[in-house]
């Protein structure tokens, strides 16, 4: 079965740091693309940041809001995914979902998602 | 950079049809764009890609042929005929731009779909 599990999410200050992880199962992890998105409560989906794989140099890209705060990592080993997050903000409170960018053919799509992991941001 | 927008509601009636809109920034009219489907509590699920000579691809898994999708100007469309109350959900669209380290992928605002 194709699957995501997130986890790492919780409860932390502003200012403080968390690290989000993202286990994948059921596909070639190594040579896929991940990516996070976020979802605050009742809002739509915004776009965090991705990895490419091996192959594409690992190459790196983020969203304005959270580039220079934000670090995408992974390690192929142990088909997991990773979101550093430091410095954070209150408004960085929402749930955070990865997803790997699929290519077959002329299909591209995100999929498949995780259950997505809380991460809220208060004093 | 494009700019995605959505009406953030619409709904209809349990067997009718619905189109909802997503909407490119001008100068965009080229770019191509993903459906996600999104049921109250769950992830967003793949529904299918469109640009404007229709959809790009195959539907995602499970979608059924209830569902279509058009391309025209600035516009995407996402139709779902014969309404059933499991479609009740919110929609998003989004699309990606650039390359390399100036890649970025944007969504839509997302529209809450309401079976009546």
């Known amino acids: 079965e194709v699957q995501l599990v997130e986890s790492g999410g919780g409860l932390v200050q502003p200012g403080g740091s968390l690290k989000l992880s993202c286990a994948a199962s059921g596909f070639t992890f190594s040579g896929s693309a991940m990516h996070w998105v976020r979802q605050a409560s009742g809002k739509g989906l915004e776009w965090v940041g991705r990895?490419?794989?091996?192959?594409?140099?690992?190459?790196?890209a983020y969203a304005a809001s959270v580039k220079g705060r934000f670090t995408i990592s992974r390690d192929d080993s142990k088909n997991t995914a990773y979101l550093q997050m430091n410095s954070l903000k209150t408004e960085d409170t929402a749930v955070y979902y990865c997803t790997r960018r699929g290519i077959v053919g002329a299909t591209v799509w995100f999929d498949p998602w995780g259950q997505g992991t809380l991460v809220t941001v208060s004093s | 950079q494009p700019v995605l927008t959505q009406p953030p509601s619409a709904s209809a009636s349990l067997g009718a049809s619905v189109t909802l809109t997503c909407t490119l920034s001008s100068g965009y009219s080229n770019y191509k764009v993903d459906w996600y489907q999104q049921r109250p509590g769950k992830g967003p699920r793949f529904v299918m890609r469109v640009g404007t000579g229709g959809i790009v691809g195959s539907k995602g898994d499970g979608i059924p042929d209830r569902f279509s999708v058009l391309g025209s100007g600035l516009n995407r469309y996402l139709t779902i005929k014969n309404i059933q109350e499991e479609d009740e959900s919110d929609y998003h669209c989004?699309?990606?731009?650039?390359?390399?380290?100036?890649?970025?992928?944007?969504f839509g605002g997302g529209t809450k779909l309401t079976v009546l």
């Open positions: 990895i490419r794989s091996k192959a594409n140099s690992y190459a790196t």
């Open positions: 989004g699309a990606d731009h650039g390359s390399g380290s100036n890649f970025f992928w944007v």
